[in-house]
């Protein structure tokens, strides 16, 4: 993981450094007064980790310190096909599902997610949903291009962010998978983009305490295709939301998007928990 993140920061240090001509001199100009604005902001507001509450300083990540780093678990083969999450120890049975997922009747073919929604995975996705944490994209983004299992699976498909009900999302004046998908779409490049082909037309009550079968009626008829959207049958379909739960919101989403034509049609998590 840091040797991936090591060649992350080149690429990326590479990419914002400015090159020896005038024109990138000029283009780059207020990259260069916002890097020293940030590099003053960080002497007045120190950066400090969403986990620990602790200074950061080194490290490949902003918002999460050295320590908690290694906190952050992000998912390898061999994993359950329909959620994402890992197998650990031997595994013989390559494809099965995990016991959660035993049940759910997926509406969709196959589920990643990046990490275990747990420590300071957790508290990155926590920031950016509660806190108005847009400033912590940029470690998701860096999380999301060190996993090629990731960015391999969602290249050149089209990424749908489970949507909020509009009061809601007034509420909060954006939607975090909508941010969560666009930084997928960024680091996974080739064709793959972001549309928001789906409406939450039921301001549905909190999730969380409800059980599995509450869930489930609670959901129905939750979403809709959003007015003016069509389905390309040819299009791939990947669904984003921020953590996989029951699966129950990714499900009813796709039985959405499967009755409106979607032929392939998957889902991609930033964590599981
Ligand atoms: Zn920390
Ligand atoms: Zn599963």
């Known amino acids: 993981m840091n040797d991936g993140g090591e060649a992350i920061s080149e690429r990326t240090a590479r990419r914002s450094g400015s090159g020896p001509t005038s024109e990138s001199e000029a283009v780059d100009a ?3 007064a916002r890097r020293l604005l940030r590099g003053l902001a960080d002497v007045v507001f120190p950066p400090v980790c969403v986990h620990c509450g602790g200074l950061v300083e080194g490290g490949r990540l902003r918002y999460v310190c050295a320590p908690c780093e290694p906190l952050i678990h992000l ?3 061999p994993h359950c096909t329909t959620c994402g999450s890992p197998f650990f120890g031997e595994v013989d049975d390559e494809g099965r599902m995990c016991p959660h997922c035993e049940g759910l009747h997926p509406q ?8 275990l929604f747990k420590g300071p995975a957790r508290a990155l996705v926590h920031a950016l949903k509660y806190h108005h944490g847009q400033h912590v994209l940029a470690d998701i ?13 969602i290249r050149n498909a089209v990424l749908v962010p489970v949507p909020l009900h509009p009061r809601k999302q007034r509420q909060r004046t954006y939607n975090q998978t909508m941010l969560l998908a666009e930084v997928l779409a960024k680091a996974a490049g080739g064709t793959t983009r972001v549309e928001s082909v789906l409406q939450r037309v039921v301001d549905t009550p909190s999730q969380t305490t409800f059980d599995r079968k509450e869930r489930r009626a609670n959901l129905k008829n939750a979403f809709a295709l959003a007015k003016g959207a069509t389905i390309n049958p040819s ?12 699966g129950s919101t990714l499900n009813s989403c796709a039985g959405v998007l499967r009755r ?3 032929l392939k049609l998957d889902v991609v998590t930033f964590g599981h928990g």
Do not use: K, M
């Open 30 to 32: 207020p990259g260069v």
């Open 75 to 77: 998912v390898h083969p």
């Open 108 to 115: 969709y073919g196959e589920g990643r997610t990046l990490t």
């Open 141 to 153: 983004e860096r999380l999301v291009r060190a996993s090629s299992s990731i960015t391999d699976f």
């Open 235 to 246: 299009s791939p379909y990947i669904l984003v939301d921020d953590v996989f739960t029951t």
């Open 260 to 262: 409106a034509g979607a």
